[in-house]
């Protein structure tokens, strides 16, 4: 079950997504030391403490975030920061 969830429209078309979520990926992984696979057009993610899955499509996007009993307690800073990636990467149509 995800402890953070982010869906949204984007008006970037896939290729755009893409690349925004390569993006995003590059900054989160900086951030919080995560790494992750392509499955199609889903960015499967984890490291210890933290899972998920970024899933893109041409108009969509869909973040999805498991955290480990460690950092739940670090969930709403967490949760702020990525949707501030999220917002810069993905702007709304």
């Known amino acids: 079950m995800a402890d953070i969830r982010i869906e949204r429209e984007h008006g970037l078309g896939l290729a755009g997504a893409r690349a925004a979520a390569e993006r995003l990926a590059a900054d989160l992984g900086k951030r919080f ?15 210890p403490g933290v899972s998920g899955s ?28 990525v949707h501030h990636e999220v917002d810069k990467l993905f702007p709304r149509p």
């Open 33 to 47: 030391g995560l790494e992750g696979e392509w499955r199609g057009d889903v960015l499967e993610f984890e490291r």
């Open 54 to 81: 970024l899933s893109i499509t041409q108009t969509h996007v869909r973040l999805e975030v498991a955290l480990g009993f460690m950092l739940k307690a670090m969930k709403g800073s967490i949760e702020t920061a």
